[in-house]
């Protein structure tokens, strides 16, 4: 069973973080969520990775400021240059030594850049690979939705005008009742050809944990990040990047570009599924897994004492 521990950040935001596998494990991997979501869509990976490494693989996941089970906070620090901070000190609290795979899916992934950007040397010292689903280092650049780029542009007005009143609306969270009705429109935003019932119901249940706050808050700021040049300066680390061929958020140029810039870099696009791969593509996520955390282990020390 996995262990549950609170971090508690330096502007009393609390989060939720779970841990399973041995302090001593010989490598930490760290699985970011998406914007909206929470630990929980990481599931699928869990059991596998528990499975094929065994005790010599630490995996750890948190719910982000105002996502899931983790406190709400001032909306000044809805940005992604906070949840940088916020990884460096999860880190710090929860895996202080050893090499570390940083995983991360959409917001996730925008997250360890945030963090790679913000904390050079921090990160330098402790990751050792990377895994990009679903994800970009654009902003919205190539965000059309799947649709004509016009509509696009209706759509992320509205989309940009709504999440500034929501941002406003604090620690309340979105009624259940509302996303229930909205659960169609949820499905065709998130997901590729195949939806299993559960893992609809399983995103709607977490973004009816996210605060208001959170979901309009974050908006702006991952709209307008751009890290590219980050990226680049990361090459030398093993990395994969996968999408989906029908991702509406976060289609293939966005993986593609990530691939650009980190050469090295496995890039897997999924025919038919759409954003919300970890869950529609189990399988080709954890084999990415699978490949940079092996190519890790590879050039690990055996671990002799608890760190």
Known sequence: MPEHVEVRLTDDVRLHVETSGPADAEVTAVLLHGWTLDGRSWHRQLAELRERFGDRVRVVTYDARGHGRSGCMALRTATLAQLGDDLAAVLDAVAPAGPVVLVGHSMGGMTIME??????????????????????????????????????????????????????????????????????????????????????????????????????????????????????????????ALVGDRDRLTPPPCAESIAAALPATELTVCPGAGHMLMMERPEQVNAALAGVLGRVLAGAPEASAPR
């Open 115 to 240: 963090y790679a950007h913000r904390h050079p040397g921090h990160f330098a010292a402790r990751t050792a690979g990377l895994v990009f689903v679903s994800t970009t280092a654009e902003g919205h650049t190539h965000t059309v939705y799947g649709l004509s780029p016009r509509i696009a542009r209706l759509i992320r007005l509205a989309e940009t005008t709504g999440a500034g009143v929501l941002a406003r609306c604090g620690a309340w969270r979105p009624p259940r009742a509302l996303l229930r009705a909205l659960r169609p429109s949820i499905r065709w935003m998130l997901f590729g050809d195949r939806c299993d019932p559960t893992d609809i119901r399983l995103v709607t249940s977490a973004v009816a944990r996210a605060t208001l706050r959170s979901i309009g808050g974050f908006r702006a700021s991952i709209g307008a990040q751009h890290r590219l040049d980050t990226l680049a300066a990361l090459a030398h680390l093993p990395a994969a």
